[in-house]
C-alpha cells in the first residue's frame, strides 16, 4: 500500500484546474447487483463551452493506449455530464450501451446529460483512479478513488471528500433495485447521490483537499 504524497496530491489539484474541468462524483459499484454501471461525473468550471470528446478516461494505469474517449458532449459554462464506463457485449454479459444508459436513467429518475466510454477499465473497489488523458497521452485530470469511499451505496462526493449524503449537494435517493448480497431489506437496494447535479463555483474549488487526498493501492 502506497500513500499518495503531498506534492502527489497538489500536482493532482493544479492538473484538474489547468485542464478546466473537474471530476465532481464517482461510483465504484458494490459487491452483488451494482444497478448501473461504473460511472463519474465531469463537469466543466470554466466560463465558456467544451466538449468532452477532447478527453479519454483511464483508471490507474492512466494509459492512452486502454483509454477510452469519451462520449462528445458540449457541456456550457458550470454544466456536468455523467460517463458510464461500459461495453456494447450483449452475447456476454446482457449489456448493450442503450441498455446501460437506460438502466440508469431509470435507477436514477435522471433525465440529464450522459455519454460512454467504451474502454479505460471499470473503477475498481480495492482503491483506483480516475484519469482524464488529453490527445496527446498527458494526464489533466485525476481523481483518486481511496478504497475508504468505495463500494458503498453512497456515490463519491469529490466536492466534500466524503461519501454522498442524503440532502447535502444535491444528493437524493435512487429508486430501488435488486441485490441479493449486501443484506439489505427485502434485497432491495437504494443508492446515495447526487448525478448531474451542479455544484456551486466555490464548492469546486475546494475540489480535492478530501477526495484526493488518502490511501491509493494499486489492484
Known amino acids: 500500500?502506497?500513500?499518495?504524497?503531498?506534492?502527489?496530491?497538489?500536482?493532482?489539484?493544479?492538473?484538474?484546474?489547468?485542464?478546466?474541468?473537474?471530476?465532481?462524483?464517482?461510483?465504484?459499484?458494490?459487491?452483488?447487483?451494482?444497478?448501473?454501471?461504473?460511472?463519474?461525473?465531469?463537469?466543466?468550471?470554466?466560463?465558456?463551452?467544451?466538449?468532452?470528446?477532447?478527453?479519454?478516461?483511464?483508471?490507474?494505469?492512466?494509459?492512452?493506449g486502454s483509454a477510452g474517449q469519451l462520449d462528445s458532449i458540449v457541456l456550457g459554462a458550470g454544466e456536468s455530464a455523467i460517463f458510464l464506463i461500459s461495453d456494447d457485449n450483449v452475447a456476454v454479459d446482457d449489456v448493450s450501451y442503450a441498455s446501460a444508459i437506460a438502466e440508469?436513467?431509470?435507477?436514477?429518475?435522471?433525465?440529464?446529460?450522459?455519454?460512454?466510454?467504451n474502454g479505460g477499465g471499470a473503477l475498481g473497489q480495492g482503491g483506483d483512479q480516475i484519469n482524464l488523458l488529453d490527445?496527446?497521452?498527458?494526464?489533466?485530470?485525476?481523481?483518486?478513488?481511496?478504497?475508504?469511499?468505495?463500494?458503498a451505496l453512497e456515490t463519491i462526493d469529490y466536492v466534500?471528500?466524503?461519501?454522498?449524503?442524503?440532502?447535502?449537494?444535491?444528493?437524493?435517493?435512487?429508486?430501488?433495485?435488486?441485490?441479493?448480497?449486501?443484506?439489505?431489506?427485502?434485497?432491495?437496494a437504494v443508492l446515495i447521490g447526487s448525478p448531474g447535479t451542479v455544484p456551486t463555483p466555490g464548492s469546486i474549488a475546494l475540489l480535492g483537499l478530501g477526495g484526493m487526498i488518502g490511501f491509493r493501492r494499486r489492484r
Open 104 to 117: 440508469f436513467q431509470a435507477i436514477w429518475s435522471f433525465s440529464g446529460l450522459i455519454g460512454l466510454t
Open 1 to 64: 500500500m502506497k500513500i499518495t504524497s503531498t506534492i502527489a496530491v497538489l500536482a493532482g489539484i493544479a492538473a484538474t484546474a489547468s485542464a478546466n474541468v473537474t471530476i465532481t462524483e464517482a461510483f465504484t459499484g458494490l459487491s452483488g447487483e451494482d444497478g448501473t454501471a461504473d460511472w463519474f461525473e465531469v463537469t466543466n468550471n470554466t466560463g465558456a463551452a467544451i466538449n468532452t470528446a477532447d478527453f479519454w478516461y483511464d483508471d490507474d494505469s492512466a494509459s492512452f
Open 160 to 188: 466534500s471528500g466524503a461519501n454522498s449524503v442524503l440532502g447535502v449537494n444535491g444528493a437524493y435517493s435512487s429508486n430501488a433495485f435488486f441485490n441479493d448480497n449486501l443484506g439489505v431489506p427485502n434485497d432491495e
Open 135 to 151: 490527445a496527446g497521452g498527458s494526464v489533466v485530470v485525476f481523481a483518486d478513488v481511496a478504497e475508504s469511499l468505495s463500494g
